[in-house]
């Protein structure tokens, strides 16, 4: 199974990069997707600790694809930064 978090970029962002962790999962996949289900970036560790990293558009949506591996429900965190040009407000 996988749980969608929608993610939406700032006006001037270049780059998006997410970091998935959990303390109850035994391993997660990751994806990073455009709005039209394009995969972008992909993880796919041994463990519950991921990272994807992308060029983006700015003003638009993405998609963080959290994919269950080897384990039952559990809880995850997801921490995203957005990368800017020098000077952005």
Known sequence: TWEDVPVTTKS???????NLSSLTAVDLDFD????NGNVLA????????????SAVQP?????????GFANGPSTF???VNQYLPNGSP
Do not use: P, Q
């Not at 001037?12 to 997410?18: G, K, N, P």
């Not at 990073?32 to 709005?35: F, I, K, N, P, V």
């Open 42 to 53: 992909t993880s796919a560790g041994a463990t519950a600790t991921e990272r994807v990293s």
């Open 59 to 67: 003003n638009a949506t993405y998609i963080l694809r959290v994919k």
């Open 32 to 35: 990073l997707m455009d709005s």
């Open 77 to 79: 965190n997801i921490v």
């Open 12 to 18: 001037d962002a270049l780059i998006l990069e997410a």
